[in-house]
């Protein structure tokens, strides 16, 4: 039957209980399963290469982005793995110069290792990633929005281009989730997840998924998925799959309440920058109306004044929590530059735009007025 987001979210990979109908699917913990005899199996045999409740995860995943396959990681930075993999040594990947701190680190400094070179541009312009084609590049991979400047990357532009060169096409998709984006219909090969975020949305459990366009891509990743051992337990993809079921009414109260506080910061005399691509002064505004459905709950801000104005900021909130992560139910506050981004170089932090008055906000779903509020007072510590 063909049925719409909403009800995918609920419904799509959860029945898994054969034997007693159960309408939540059970958490399958068991390291292990019994053959019925040799040859014979029920399709399960251990639990790093496939568990039913990881599977009802990825079955919804798959149907929720539009891939033909997924497979759910241990991690987000597992699923970056899983998907980098798919390169060998001797062979090239273009990533974007403004990325999550961490997969900035895996690129720099673990790819290298092995062999595979990965050069960071910046592509919000689509020539840029063109310019750095070479002979043995074989991958581009796009974050979009990214992380944390909320910059946009014409997903379809750079997708033309990588298929132009018979690249792989990768996305993170993690800030927008699939009810705001699907980079599968614009021409992405593999999307990326961290499902620690707005997939969970509850701050309880680290996760992540890979979802393929293929099911020839999806073959190669799930052999990396198994051999690697980078599967999530049962219990983690249960969790997930719980989030996944309120994703849409979440997914909608967190862009309402990240747009109303971008509308107010952007008034706000202290701020002298606002990071958010739903506001039509975004230089990603038109692209990130073409191909998203809405703008998310993610938004950034500079300070006047630098780190001591931005300290000030972060240790006078009272809903915020100063934390990394982002995509909970509650809002969280952090300062890129000493935080999520730390391990990033200093040079490479400021050619990205990354500056020490810059803060991310992961907008919850909170009355928004307690919120502005809480931002106001906060701001108002910071002296003049």
């Known amino acids: 039957m063909d049925t719409q987001f909403n009800t995918n979210c609920v419904h799509t990979g959860c029945d898994q209980d054969g034997p007693f109908h159960a309408v939540t699917t059970p958490i399958y913990q068991t390291s292990t399963f019994f053959f019925e005899g040799l040859g014979r199996s029920s399709g399960y045999d251990y639990t790093r290469t496939a568990n039913p409740t990881r599977r009802a995860l990825e079955e919804n995943l798959a149907r929720l982005e539009g891939g033909a396959n997924a497979v759910v990681t241990a991690t987000g930075m597992a699923a970056v793995l899983n998907a980098a993999m798919l390169l060998t040594s001797g062979e090239h990947l273009i990533a974007g110069h403004d990325i999550y701190g961490g997969t900035h680190r895996l690129f720099d400094k673990v790819l290298p290792q092995m062999g595979i070179e990965v050069s960071f541009v910046d592509q919000r312009d689509p020539g840029a990633v063109a310019s750095a084609i070479k002979k043995n590049t074989r991958g581009v991979w796009i974050e979009t929005p990214s992380n944390p400047l909320l910059n946009i990357v014409d997903i379809e532009a750079v997708a033309g281009i990588g298929h132009e060169n018979d690249l792989l096409v990768f996305a993170d998709n993690t800030f927008l989730s699939p009810y705001f984006q699907r980079p599968i219909k614009l021409g992405v090969d593999v999307v990326i997840q961290s499902t620690t975020k707005y997939l969970n949305g509850h701050c309880d459990v680290v996760g992540g998924a890979v979802i393929s366009a293929t099911p020839e891509l999806h073959e190669r990743v799930a052999f990396l998925h198994n051999a690697l051992g980078l599967g999530a337990s049962p219990f983690d993809a249960w969790l997930v799959l719980r989030g996944v079921k309120t994703l849409p009414q979440r997914m909608k109260a967190h862009a309402a309440n990240a747009e109303a506080m971008a509308t107010w910061l952007v008034k706000h005399p202290k701020v002298t920058k606002v990071f958010f691509p739903g506001l039509p002064g975004h230089p990603g505004h038109e692209v990130a109306c073409r191909q998203q459905s809405g703008f998310g709950g ?75 509020a809480d931002l106001e007072q906060a701001l108002n510590t910071v002296k003049e």
């Not at 969280?332 to 999520?340: C, G, K, R, Y």
């Open 298 to 372: 993610m938004l950034s801000f500079e300070i006047a004044g630098g780190f001591e104005s931005a300290k000030s900021v972060l240790e006078a909130v009272k809903i915020f929590d100063l934390a990394e992560s982002l995509g909970g139910v509650g809002s969280l506050i952090e300062h890129p530059d000493t935080m999520s981004h730390a391990s990033m170089s200093e040079q490479a932090r400021r050619t990205a735009g990354i500056t020490p008055g810059l803060i991310r906000v992961s907008v919850g779903i909170e009355d928004v007025k307690d919120l502005v």
